[in-house]
């Protein structure tokens, strides 16, 4: 049986929105093909029809997921704003609960950085070097001199942020972050104008 292009690439997006989901929760090493294909309620070998191996499908899911990353889009309307810049911070330090469809690979990926295999970090790398990308754009827009070094600090006081915070108990958790983000905020609307 012979299925149209369309299809295909349907089959494509359903394997690759499981995976993300997935590999963004729980990383690479802890997730397993069987787990991705039975989150896209697949077989096997529908996997092998568009991925030769895990590495390849964590690469593709993990551009997925950068791509559809609430960093990645374009808020026109309070692009500009101070809000902007809060609204991203805060959805950061979320954990992906106000965006369960598209979750954010940096936000769980911490332990990926440094993998063994150099596919899993190139896509890590890619994901970090895409916010920052986007954090960036926001902070010369509004005028900053230093945008692409501030940019940079702050996805990693994120980054570690949330890799701190996942060890808390609930309320340790939830002032830790509330401090963080406060800390972020007021350091990127502070030099917003330099």
């Known amino acids: ?3 149209t292009p369309r ?6 997006q359903r394997i690759l929105q499981a995976a993300a989901k997935l590999f963004c929760s729980h990383g690479f090493d802890r997730v397993t093909l069987n787990q991705i294909m039975k989150k896209a309620n697949m077989t096997h070998g529908a996997f092998y029809a568009h991925f030769s191996g895990k590495s390849s ?5 993990m ?3 950068t791509s559809n990353a609430f960093w ?3 808020d026109k309307q309070t692009e500009g704003k101070e809000t902007h810049i809060k609204a991203l911070v805060t959805r950061y330090l979320s954990w992906g609960r106000n965006d369960k469809e598209h979750p954010s690979p940096l936000e769980f990926l911490v332990t990926d950085a440094a993998h ?3 596919k899993v970090r190139q896509a890590y790398q890619a994901c970090f070097d895409s916010l920052v990308e986007r954090l960036t754009e926001i902070l010369k827009k509004r005028g900053n001199k230093e945008a692409e070094a501030l ?3 702050t996805v990693v006081s994120l980054v570690g942020t ?3 915070a996942r060890s808390f108990d609930k309320p340790l958790q939830t002032d830790f972050l509330k401090r963080a983000q406060e800390r972020i905020v007021n350091r990127l609307n502070g030099t917003a104008k330099c």
């Open 1 to 3: 049986m012979s299925y």
């Open 72 to 74: 990645a889009r374009d």
């Open 162 to 164: 949330v890799a701190i």
């Open 7 to 12: 299809h295909k690439e349907q089959t494509r």
């Open 63 to 65: 551009q997925f997921a």
């Open 151 to 153: 940019a940079e600090e």
């Open 57 to 61: 499908l964590y690469e593709a899911a």
């Open 116 to 118: 063994k295999e150099e």
